[in-house]
């Protein structure tokens, strides 16, 4: 499994927003206290405008509707545990593939090719399943690794 750094903790707590997630993270254990405590819907909003994706995508990853999404933020809703610690692991999983591919763009495109290692899926696909983002994860750090994938 690839560690996560404090760096990219850091990153998280950026792209996601510090007034919505005041305390530092440190751990993915962090994930799950902070998101049993409430955290903001408005963190999907600034997961959106960072990586430049669409509602509909991000709904699809969360499996809920893009409508449901603008209701949450219009409302200023917590979100539900789950899905806050989805949108934190999302967020690692965009950093660490934009950190391997060069950037955002190639990450994305990379998201959206059928991959042999994943029995020809595309990689977008296995997001909203469980355990998805860690399985792409796994690829993108043997791509990392030199191993082919």
């Not at 530092?24 to 998101?35: C, G, L, N, V």
């Not at 963190?43 to 430049?52: G, L, P, V, Y």
């Amino acid at each position: 499994m690839i560690e996560t750094s404090t760096r990219t903790y850091k990153k998280i707590r950026e792209i996601l927003g510090k007034k919505n997630i005041p305390e530092e993270i440190e751990s993915y254990y962090d994930y799950i206290h902070m998101a049993s405590k409430g955290i903001k819907a408005e963190i999907i909003k600034n997961f959106i405008k960072k990586f430049n994706l669409s509602r509909d995508t991000t709904a699809d990853f969360l499996n809920i509707s893009s409508p449901t999404i603008y209701r949450w933020i219009r409302a200023n809703k917590n979100l539900e545990r789950n899905y806050a610690i989805k949108l934190f692991e999302l967020t690692e999983l965009f950093i660490y593939g934009s950190e391997v591919f060069g950037n955002q763009e190639n990450f994305i495109k990379w998201l959206k090719l059928p991959n042999t290692a994943l029995g020809g899926m595309e990689p977008i696909e296995l997001l909203e399943i469980p355990d998805g983002v860690s399985k792409v994860k796994d690829i993108i750090g043997r791509i990392e690794q030199g191993i082919y994938s």
